[in-house]
């Protein structure tokens, strides 16, 4: 059976900056292994929701619940990718920072988190799925707001 994981890709839009440079993209770097720039994720717990996985890792690992973010609709990027000769199924949906100011509480998963407007974000993430994630949120969001 393959690994599932579930999080959200997470932005902030800045009032300071005219779109598209106003969205920042939240990544977490991981304190074990190659130290990875990933969005929250997280396993599913046996019995659990895809979603509901998303929304509990977002709240372990960057300290933001429901009542954070507002979620976007119409946007699911999955991820399919083998960890260590496993296949890993990763599902990302996109939410929005309600407060840009909110603070970010760190698990003892990650050691560092950054936002990041879309090219660094790619450069940080360095796995091309990922990147491709986050431009397709990043275009997402830019033709959604001209709708």
């Known amino acids: 059976m393959a690994l599932r994981a579930c999080g959200f890709v997470i932005f902030r839009r800045l009032a300071q900056q005219p779109p598209p440079d106003n969205i ?4 977490l770097q991981t304190s074990d292994g190659e130290h990875d720039w990933t969005p929250p994720k ?14 509990r890792e ?7 619940g429901k009542d954070h973010l507002c979620m ?4 699911l990027q999955r991820l399919h990718y083998q960890v260590r000769g496993k296949d890993k199924e990763v599902l990302y949906w996109l939410a929005e920072l309600r407060d840009p ?3 970010v ?18 450069k940080l993430a360095k796995k091309q799925d990922l ?6 949120a ?10």
């Open 24 to 27: 920042e993209f939240l990544l």
């Open 42 to 55: 997280g396993h599913v717990d046996p019995g659990e929701d895809d979603f509901t996985t998303a929304l």
């Open 58 to 64: 977002t709240q372990e690992e960057a300290g933001l």
């Open 72 to 75: 976007v609709d119409g946007f």
């Open 101 to 103: 100011n909110t603070q």
């Open 105 to 122: 509480v760190l698990s003892d998963e990650h050691q560092d988190y950054r936002w990041a407007r879309l090219e660094e974000a790619c």
């Open 131 to 136: 990147q491709d994630t986050l431009t397709a």
């Open 138 to 147: 990043q275009q997402y969001l830019e033709t959604q707001g001209k709708q």
